[in-house]
Nanobody
Framework: QLQVQESGGGLVQPGGSLRLSCSAS????????VGWFRQAPGKGREGISC????????NYNESLKGRFTVSRDNNKNTVYLQMNNLQHEDSGTYYC????????????????????WGRGTQVTVSS
């Protein structure tokens, strides 16, 4: 069974940075894309960024573009989310999602039921 594991969350002051990591055995398989989503308490799920298996296709939530950067290291089966200039409103649970295909998750920001979600990693931005 596919397992997805996030890491790298924690407590950071406003203006600080964190790098999240996502590991999954299928990340390097052809056609699999990896997305980052988040959910703040009392709010809906929000797509952040998405990257194709090759890394040639990347999409960002326009409101977050510029502060968040996605990358991947296929040799390590890992996708990263670099988050800079974090603000209070960035606090929440961050999820890594792996799915075969790109369109629904990475363009529509709507992973299909076949997508696999990690358990999430908590990010808290507070002074």
């Amino acid at each position: 069974q596919l397992q997805v594991q996030e890491s790298g969350g924690g407590l950071v002051q406003p203006g600080g940075s964190l790098r999240l990591s996502c590991s999954a055995s299928v990340i390097t398989r052809d056609g699999y894309a990896v997305g980052w989503f988040r959910q703040a308490p009392g709010k809906g799920r929000e797509g952040i960024s998405c990257i194709s298996q090759s890394g040639n296709s990347i999409n960002y939530n326009e409101s977050l573009k510029g502060r968040f950067t996605v990358s991947r290291d296929n040799n390590k089966n890992t996708v990263y989310l670099q988050m800079n200039n974090l603000q209070h409103e960035d606090s929440g649970t961050y999820y890594c999602v792996v799915e075969s295909g790109y369109q629904w998750m990475c363009v529509e920001w709507s992973p299909t039921p076949q997508a696999t979600w990690g358990r999430g990693t908590q990010v808290t931005v507070s002074s």
